[in-house]
């Protein structure tokens, strides 16, 4: 089985090596690898690889998301796998002291916060806090309506991406 | 050449009505030889009063008066209020450039109105009449078989409903995303690259002259929603009204928001997103093209031929707003 899988990886050492690894252990060939440069210190990754079967693909896939590694898109047989966006959040509140953990947990119900930066400028002030989420693009809507309840039940304010 | 008198109505002589008194003399010879017509302003209606000469009035003479708030010593000054000088006056187009109250969407609800009503063409830069009661007073129009234009209500000079009207007819619009209000921006352009606090950057822009001495309407996003009622009514074909529009102004964005949208190759812009009749702070990367600075304007829009097309320029400004104003004109007149 042929598959196409687009990948976003942070512009540090190691992490193409990386990306790769699960991808041969589970039995994967690989045709080709392109990868790109793009602004923000992220690097865009086309990876075409041959499988033995879809469950090897599922297994690679969860490898890549366990190591925090973002999968954009995947194409099996030239059809579409498995599409994922990643949105930007940044939540402005007392965003830390209002459960932060279970704020996080909450989103990873519906998708997967793979990114978090807190700037909070003194523990009496309102923190602001950016996410990335990663999310299906079927999930979008769930995803807006979940941050909609946590923003009105913890009184933060909500800038959303212009795609979110 | 045998020029074609058209009579007009100004009402409202503040910064809109005097920047399209002085475009107007500015054009009168290109006017004349383009489209051979005398545009003749035949009342000027103000707070108080109006000046009225049926002969056409000097604009000139009546802008220096103005200037020095001293228009009712016009030798043509009457007590005569607007709604009297539209039921009196006859005139071929009626300009309603008073401030919008979104509350009520008076006095130029009513002016609008009896302006149809008596068969007189409307071009109005005032948006809340349109904001609120949109599909009542095109109705209104067709019934009295008068045209009711708009260009300026939304983005001041930006040409985003005839754009739509004359260059995108066979486009369905998908979506419209806009920068729609000056102060707001300018803030915002402040507060990212000069890390002051917005109290700051509101003071500065009011000493520009940019912002109100009461802000609120644009910091709120009051003036954004009015703008996106309008747009989803002429350019979607969404038959709601202000109230419809739901808005989170910029007064809660924290300095911090902007460092960290800033760390992330992000600008924050407040966006009225039509399709969803929303108005919020939105995460916009840095080399997206509605990512422009200080007072400008943007719109941007998708449409299923041309694709995505994007406007900037001036949202605000007496002179540039005439740009608007006189398109409608010569458009209905063509």
Redesign the interface.
């Known amino acids: 089985m042929k598959v196409d899988m687009k990948l976003q990886l942070r512009d540090v050492p190691g992490s193409l090596l990386r990306a790769l690894e699960p991808v041969s252990v589970h039995g994967g060939n690989i045709v080709s690898v392109l990868h790109s440069r793009e602004d923000g210190g992220r690097v865009s990754v086309q990876i075409s690889f041959k499988i033995k079967d879809q469950s090897s693909l599922d297994l690679i896939k969860r490898e890549l998301r366990k190591q925090n590694i973002r999968l954009s898109e995947i194409l099996l047989e030239g059809k579409r796998y498995y599409s994922k966006k990643t949105l930007s959040f940044i939540l402005i509140g007392h965003v830390i002291d209002t459960d932060i953990r279970g704020t996080i947990d909450k989103i990873n119900d519906v998708g997967l916060v793979s990114d978090i930066d807190v700037i909070m400028p003194s523990p009496e002030k309102r923190s602001s806090v950016m996410m990335n989420i990663d999310i299906d693009n079927r999930k979008i809507k769930k995803l807006n309506r979940l941050i909609n309840e946590i923003c009105k039940e913890k009184k933060f304010l909500v800038i959303r991406s212009l795609e979110g | 050449m045998k020029l074609k008198n058209i009579k007009l109505t100004i009402i409202g002589f503040g910064e809109i009505g005097r920047g399209f008194a002085r475009v107007l003399l500015e054009k009168k010879r290109f006017i004349e030889r383009e489209y051979e017509v005398d545009l003749k302003v035949v009342a000027v209606c103000e707070i108080g009063g109006s000046i009225i000469d049926e002969d056409g009035i000097d604009l000139e003479k009546a802008l220096k008066l103005a200037e020095n708030k001293e228009l009712r010593k016009h030798e043509n000054w009457t007590s005569m209020k607007a709604l009297d000088v539209i039921k009196k006056v006859k005139s071929d187009t009626v300009l309603e450039l008073t401030p919008s109250d979104i509350k009520s969407g008076q006095p130029g609800l009513k002016h609008i109105k009896e302006s149809l009503m008596k068969g007189m063409h409307v071009v109005t830069s005032n948006k809340a009449p349109l904001a609120l009661k949109f599909s009542e007073l095109q109705k209104i129009a067709n019934s009295n078989k008068v045209k009711l234009e708009y260009e300026a209500t939304v983005g001041g000079a930006l040409p985003i409903i005839n754009l739509r009207k004359h260059a995108l007819q066979i486009n369905k619009i998908e979506s419209i ?1 806009g920068i729609l209000n000056g102060t707001s921006n300018y803030v915002l352009t402040k507060m990212a690259e000069e890390g002051v606090t917005m109290d700051v950057a509101l003071k500065e822009a009011q000493e520009i002259g940019i912002a109100e001495a009461d802000p609120g309407y644009d910091i709120k996003g009051i003036d954004t929603g009015a703008k996106v009622a309008i747009l989803a009514n002429s350019l979607m074909d969404m038959n709601v009204s202000f109230n419809d529009i739901e808005i ?1 102004g910029i007064k ?3 300095p ?2 902007i ?3 800033k ?4 600008v ?1 812009k407040l ?1 009225g997103d039509v399709n969803r009749l929303e108005v ?9 093209p ?1 990512n422009v600075s200080g007072a400008m304007n943007a719109i941007m829009i998708n449409a299923d031929i041309a694709k995505n097309i994007t406007i900037v320029g001036h949202g605000a400004g007496g002179i540039e707003t005439a740009s608007s104003l006189l398109s409608d004109i010569l458009d209905i007149i063509s």
């Open positions: 995303h989170t809660d964005i924290t911090e928001a460092e960290l949208a760390k992330h190759n992000c924050i966006i919020s702070p939105r995460l916009i990367p840095i080399n997206h509605l």
